[in-house]
């Protein structure tokens, strides 16, 4: 397989520029550069991103060896983690660009499973910036630069899988610029209704703006909209979706999977453990790794699925679980785990969210796995007050205990009111999430027995 570019038009601006040779900026004072660069934060569209790639030379010639794009509402993360997971354990070199990070912008980038160095990303932004002002300027997004500078320290090292988190919608997302070899669609569910709408239909057909005729088409859900399916056949993808090409059982003490090869083989694993995410990304994973060209083998797909972890999904800290899920669609599978973990104690919620989510669907969707809560407010333009929030929860049927300015300030009241019987959760946002977990790891006494474990 060979993973060619799209969005290819004419361009008689010279490829691949040189980086400029002023004085290196920080990883840190790029980032801050690249905030304010562009007059808004999202700005969907291929064309800007496209022109850019192309004077970089991405248009030209492959990334990889092999490349799994994944777009979805929801499981894109833990899909990624474990795709990533299995091919290292396989043996392959490996590259994943996924987005938003929670402690530092070098978790949105992994090479062969280690973070990207700061060193590694300045220079992938220097040859971003240089392309961009090469010819007529371009001006990109926060996360447009961060993708093609992500896309072009990839195609430096040439991989022979690279994995590309899509991070809105599908179709006009910056990743999109690349012609994946497998297309992998996890969930469409209501999100980023600002930008995609709320009739699931449309999400749906722009989740599907990521595959690509003849190539596979791994469906992570039995239950998405039509018009994915539909897409997928009018470009003649072949299809492959769960409960129908591929499944997975379950059992007291492991799972199995049954799939098919891309000459229509059938495969069968069994024995395989709980890898503490959601079993249907994990099958979805096997299903897009095999369309991938890799030979799965049982015994080294058991141990990567022990031994995947993914921070701020249904991350236990002692008797704390971070929970980045921020609509109805996440918070019901989040309230599914937490009934298979009895708690003696109380149950308490940190909630934070931001104000164009669905606070009242996520609410309603965990009412009945919590016993009360503490609202938190979040900064910036998307921000939504701990009492609005508060206001919400209460409409809704639920107490709250406190109200709190920031999700540090939650965590550092709900700390001194848990009992050892009592477990906190800390959900509704990435920020949320980030937040608590950079206060957990800032505390000045801490258990040895604290420590990161998915459950």
Known sequence: MSSKTSAKSA????PMPEAPSSPALSLDAWLARLERQHPVSIDLGLERVARVGRRLGLLDTPVATRLITVAGTNG??????MLEALARAHGL?????????LLRYNERLRLDGQEADDTTLVRGFERVEAARLSGEPVSLTYFEAGTLAALWIIAQRQPELAILEVGLGGRLDAVNILDADVGVVTTVAQDHAAFLGTDLENIGREKAGILRAGRPAVLGSSVLPASVRGVADALGARV??????????????????????????????????DP?????????????????????????????LAEVTLPGRMQWLSNWCL??????????????????????????????????????????????????????????????????????????????????????????????????????????????????LS??????QRREHDEIRNA
């Open 276 to 304: 503490g995410l959601p079993l249907d990304n994990a099958a979805t994973a096997l299903q897009a790794l095999t369309l991938a060209d890799v030979a799965l083998d049982e015994m080294v797909c058991r141990k990567a």
């Open 93 to 101: 070199s490996t590259a994943t660009y996924t987005s938003p990070h």
């Open 439 to 444: 206060w957990w790891k800032s505390r000045p």
């Open 323 to 436: 929970d980045v899920g921020h609509n109805p669609h996440a918070a019901t599978y989040l309230a599914a785990r937490l009934a298979e973990r009895p708690c003696t104690g109380r149950r308490i919620g940190l909630l934070g969210m931001l104000a164009d989510k669905d606070a009242e669907g996520v609410i309603d969707a965990l009412a009945g796995s919590l016993d009360a809560w503490v609202a938190v407010g979040l900064d910036g333009e998307r921000a939504r007050g701990a009492e609005d929030l508060a206001a919400t929860l209460e409409s809704r049927g639920q107490r709250v205990l406190h109200r709190a300015a920031s999700p540090a300030e939650g965590a550092d009241w709900l700390a001194s009111e848990l009992r050892e019987v009592d477990e906190a959760l800390v959900c509704g946002s990435f920020f949320t999430v980030a937040e608590v």
């Open 240 to 273: 492959y979706m769960l409960d129908e090409q591929f499944h997975r059982c379950e059992d007291a003490d492991a799972w199995a999977w049954e799939g098919i090869d891309a000459n229509g083989h059938p495969l069968h694993l069994k024995g395989l453990p």
């Open 76 to 81: 894109k993360g833990s899909t990624v983690a």
């Open 11 to 14: 361009d008689d601006e010279s």
